[in-house]
């Protein structure tokens, strides 16, 4: 069974500056997805950024972008610029590759200091 | 489109009640499924369901019945309510092979 670990339950970071969130996974696959949900206080689940495996090159979204190591098994998520509405709880999650279930960390909660 | 609705979006129940979750989509998505978020634990399967007549177990499928009647609905049912499930549960929805699952707003369900 895949598992994702998010070792930093809490982070903070100064309005304007950049913050890094961690995410590693486990898996025997070759071929997966990996994602970030961010989870702001209305609940609602918003896809923030997606990496396919099998691309080399890292995803990035306007704000955000990733460092995606395949062989180290990580995939952390750089926000710049940080914006007061960037504050949130931040999901990592993993999917197979034909299947749809996904599996997610145990979230990092994003404090933005004015 | 309304996207994935979900009702009630809160409940208060007593141990041994029963009730259904519902869960819409106006997608045309064949894959739905049931998620429960716990504090500290992320957000994790109960259920999911590929397509109509067609539904199979996730992580944490105990106290939870599903049915796929149609395309777009997608019921939780709990026979028989417990303090541990307490919780905030969420639906989502894709397309197979998509890259996105869409989520519904979540109800957060209290068992006393």
């Known amino acids: 069974a895949q598992t994702v670990t998010q070792s930093q339950p809490e982070m903070s970071v100064q309005e304007a500056e950049t913050v890094t969130l961690s995410c590693t996974y486990d898996?025997?696959?070759?071929?997966?997805?990996l994602f970030w949900y961010k989870q702001p206080p209305s609940r609602q689940m918003i896809l923030v950024i997606r990496q396919e495996a099998y691309k080399q090159q890292n995803a990035t979204e306007n704000r955000f972008s990733v460092n995606f190591q395949k062989a180290a098994k990580s995939f952390s998520l750089k926000i710049s610029d940080s914006q007061l509405g960037d504050a949130a709880m931040y999901f990592c999650a993993y999917r197979n590759f034909g299947n749809e279930k996904l599996t997610f960390g145990t979230g990092t909660r994003l404090t933005i200091i004015p | 489109n309304a996207g994935v609705t979900q009702t009630p979006k809160f409940q208060v129940l007593k141990t041994g009640q029963s009730m259904t979750l519902q869960c819409a989509q106006d997608?045309?998505?064949?894959?739905m499924s049931w998620y429960r978020q716990d504090p500290g634990m992320g957000l994790r399967l109960i259920h999911y369901s590929v397509g109509a007549g067609i539904t199979d177990q996730g992580e944490v499928p105990n106290g939870y019945n599903v049915s796929r009647s149609t395309t777009e609905d997608f019921p939780l049912r709990l026979l028989s309510a417990a303090p541990s499930q307490t919780s905030v549960y969420f639906c989502a929805s894709s397309r197979p092979i998509s890259n996105e699952q869409f989520f519904g707003p979540g109800t957060r369900l209290t068992v006393l």
């Open positions: 898996t025997s696959e070759s071929d997966y997805y």
């Open positions: 997608m045309n998505h064949e894959y």
